[in-house]
């Protein structure tokens, strides 16, 4: 019987090596994996690329990983949260790099590397500095640049529901960059709220199917990303 | 005299049609939602996922799980749709948010718009915003007409990075009305108490003046004796 | 008030003109939009483009619009049904084109026009007989066929459930190229099983938001594409 | 001696491990999910939307709205999934399908594979062949040994269009089982009855002669007097 559960988070990152590219999924700190950050953190692991749309707030999850120094290397869109972030103070002393993709395009170069296609061309920042040294190409009279396919060696993503051959289900806004994001990377853990029987998420609600999926574990959100924690209650 | 940036967001919404898929950034836009009136269907999307966005949630009515692009607790409304991210800048980029209406640094006469980065800023963002600019077949701006020191910030020529070049189709200020046509800037309409000559004046780009140009209609709640900040 | 359903089929094809190129949704002949085909076929347009993953089968819906001499050309992966159809008799008389395109390709190729991409990369048919004439790349050591968008004038799809301002929910295998059409079409028509209040379809099982869809038409589905007309009961 | 239709695709469900995920192409490869035994879970994938298919459905038990890619009425096990045609080829093209098993026409020395057009076919038809030839990491390949006039469909080259360059890990047949490997092709196993000799004697390309060489273990039930019809 195929049994993707885990006991604990620190099982789901044991595999992390210094040097790897770690996709983040989640928008917003709220909905970041953040039990499987702390336990990331918790390991030690050094010179990481992450992918992710923001920058992490606060001293935990992303925040935290990026404040004690362990990553190398961003790849975001909206990196500068107003709240001010540890990120923005390593980039200012220059002690963090980054990599600067619109949203949608972040998207969909993590999509067409689960898809296995070799990249796209994309109007988004055409005629921009965004699209400066990259390939250009007028198509039918309008002009794309050439993106390619972006992958990870560890995808860490937080859903509602998971069964034990790993389908995903998730709530409301959940499902933003997870779910390209399970596609896309060798290895793929997911935190959830709950684990629940074979069959119990029904199959038109799978919104990441077990084959994208390595490994479970069921943990509640990180204190720091919950609804008390974040409106003060 | 000038409009608030109630007025400003006030002048969008009446512009904007039932059935209309409309993204509102942050800022000025974000405050459009709150002027269209009862029955008038709009449909708000949120590039994190939303179609059908709703009022921001009441304090204790919070979900934890359900948050707009602004990381801001929302509801929805009956009809709404929760998608993915590959999905859901389909829509921006694919051309099916009718409207994106965002905040503006500057625009060009040309209809470059650049909002995406200001010159103090060490730390780029881009987010959406040129997915939106791009994307959108309807770019509506919405901005004071100056910056706080009383420098135009419709020029000739963007001076600033761009967000995306020619995609502006209207800018609407607290002193004006403008469409961007292929012959440049017309002015449609101006603040009350205003007058086109007035307008041109906090203006680097030459403005057209429409034929039909006259003062914008706009509750008189929404008019200030000052310019309003940014 | 947004209402966007219909009365009848007819006037969801009422638009349709000779030349169009048509999205035909489904895949097999018992999803395909039987009722909009038929009404469609009884409208008597010609020199229509179909693009639909087969040719239909018998002589209704979209296997009668091609034994109607409607149809100039198809663009389909697997047309060839074991059965024979109207269309492979035509083909053999010459007397209709065929672009052949993989099945994923075809696929890709229709969610990029609805993504507003220029074109993608895609390993497929690389170095084969369906890559003839096409732009080829090595991107990382492998070898890709540069693939465009497809778009549509119309798009006909069958779903099972909808509201009034177009949600459209799908049951068990009926996504298929339903999705990706509805969104790379100028115009979207949708008949349903079943019309629901608004509300009614949580925003989670939606599986194509209502921003992609113009028309709904509640119709049973074409007694020739019943469980009963396909099993002989 | 040869091995029935049922007995080579009792010889690929012995190779499939459990947790694999798998797309059956029709024909002999569609019989493979019959000799899973119970409690080995393999995933099988139909790319029409479908993770998790379970058996054919039972007559009077189908539902119109779930059939599989060979249009067939079918069943889903628990924890299956259903989604659209972009997300299923991702799985395909993106390699996430551990094993595509699919019929032959001819196969290559290196790994070729000709399977989507006879010579004799005047409509072409590709469907999503190519797609899990290019796709798959492991493509497994079930044919008869030889054509019906027993000509050799093991080949040093296509003579067919190609469907896929270099993708054939594995040929099943009922005479052998050859691994594909950059040196060429290797006698795994022979039916039993039948010998190396015999083998290469209805093979047109080299078979090198593994170490490991022996004759298949299968019940007797799958083997045959005579060859098997295509």
Redesign the interface.
Known sequence: MVDKTLKSVDEAVAGVFDGATIFCGGFGDTQLPGQLLEALREKGVKDLTIVHNGSGAGTHALGGLIADGRVRKLIASFPNNPGGTSFQDLYLKGQIELELVPQGTLAERIRAAGAGLGGFFTPTAAGTELAKGKETRTIDGREYVFEKPLRGDFAFVRAHRADRIGNLNFRRTMRNFNVPMCTAAKFVAAEVDELVPLGDISPEDVHVPGIFVDRIVQVARHPMQTLAATVGR | MSLTREGIAYRVACDLP??A?VNLGIGIPTLVSGFIPE?K?I?F????????MGAIAE??H???????AG?Q?VT?R????????????????????DYAVLGALEVAANGDLANWRTPG???????????LA??SPNVLVTMTHTTNKGKPKILNKCTL?????HCVKRIYTDMALIYVTPEGLELREYAPGLDAKTVQSHTEAPLRVSPDCREMKVPAKFVAAAQVAT
Chains 1, 3 share one sequence.
Do not use: Q
Request: no cysteine; hydrophobic share 35%; charged share 20%.
């Open positions: 039932e059935g898929y029955g269907e449909f999307h949120s590039e994190n996922g939303i179609l059908g304090p204790g919070e979900d934890i799980d359900l948050i707009n990381k607790y929805v009956p009809g709404a749709s929760f998608f993915d991210h590959p999905t859901s800048f389909s829509m921006i980029r694919g051309g099916h948010i800023e060490k730390v780029p963002g881009v987010g959406g915003a040129m997915d791009f994307g990075p761009l967000t995306a070049p």
